[in-house]
């Protein structure tokens, strides 16, 4: 996956994102390998997309490696690269991601899952900058900027027999740690409405704005699955126009179903005025009445 960025957002004026922020900036300047720590879904790939932005680099190729995705027996393959013909299956010349990488950034993702093959092979590039196709003699000589992240401590892992230690040492140590989203929910505003706008405009749909009550229920959650769950989150709102469960359940108005008739009644059959004091959209209150229809009349 070779990309080509011109602008990368990484939201969030909190001064935990600044500092961040600033840490990416001061890295981009520098050849070396960097670290970047964080539970699932912080954002650490987006992390290392804007520090090759703002690196001398930007103008080359941004390519991510999965490696925990990577089958032993091919990985090689797809690191180095292979000759046609080198083994069976291989028909046609194929550019391992070190050299799709040359000239930009190789961005290594969970690389404590790394193998010992796949380990083996980073430390030839680090140490020696140049690779070998499998099915070839010649080295090519690759200027690949290193980029890793992990969800794990690499030195218990080196502890633990699963990780080599020269290879942690030729990695270096400059770390950027991205935070869980609950240590920085200042930013919610902000981590809602960009993601918002964009699943607006890719989907087409109109969507209404969210309700006092439901910023507060996405405040008050712990977000365990980080921004990543956001994003899953707000897509689920552009369809059904409410929050999922448990954000839905979150609200003190949750019931909102259950008191609908009563509320319906007491506005005399008003519907906008139940929608109001019940602190739902029209449309989730009309959806709703229909769901109720449908269910009469199949009974």
Not at 16 to 36: G, N, S, T, Y
Not at 78 to 103: I, N, P, S, V, W
Not at 252 to 275: F, M, S, Y
């Amino acid at each position: 996956m070779v990309e080509y960025l011109d602008r990368t957002p990484l939201i969030g004026s909190s001064a935990v994102m600044r500092k961040v922020r600033a840490a990416l900036a001061r890295l981009a300047q520098f050849p070396w390998p960097v670290r970047i720590e964080g539970a699932s879904g912080t954002g650490k790939g987006l992390a290392a997309r804007v520090l090759h932005v703002m690196s001398p680099r930007a103008h080359g190729p941004f390519v991510a490696c999965a490696v925990n995705l990577l089958v032993d027996t091919l990985a090689i393959g797809e690191l180095l690269g292979y000759r046609k013909g080198a083994f069976t299956g291989a028909e046609f010349d194929y550019m391992g991601k070190f050299e799709q990488a040359h000239g930009g950034t190789l961005f290594v993702d969970e690389i404590a899952t790394a193998s010992p093959t796949v380990q083996e092979a980073l430390l030839t590039l680090i140490e020696g900058k140049q690779v070998r196709r499998i099915g070839e003699q010649r080295p090519r000589l690759v200027d690949v900027r290193l980029v890793f992240a992990t969800n794990a401590n690499l030195k218990e892992a080196v502890l633990a027999g699963t990780f080599r230690r020269d290879l942690l040492y030729r990695l270096g140590d400059l770390p950027v740690r991205m935070p869980p989203l609950r240590d920085h929910r200042d930013d919610l505003p902000e981590l809602i409405d960009y993601p918002l706008e964009r699943l607006t405009r890719e989907s087409g749909a109109s969507v209404r704005s969210l309700e006092t009550l439901e910023l507060k229920a996405l405040h008050s959650y712990d977000w365990p699955g980080n921004v990543r769950e956001l994003e899953k989150v707000l897509q689920h709102f552009v369809i059904f126009e409410e929050l999922p469960l448990p954000l839905g359940a979150a609200s003190p108005e949750a019931d909102w179903r259950e008191r609908l008739d009563q509320v319906l009644a007491k506005n005399g059959g008003n519907r906008a005025a139940t929608a109001r004091e019940l602190h739902v959209s029209r449309k989730t209150l009309y959806d709703e009445l229909k769901r109720r229809k449908r269910a009469a009349n199949e009974e």
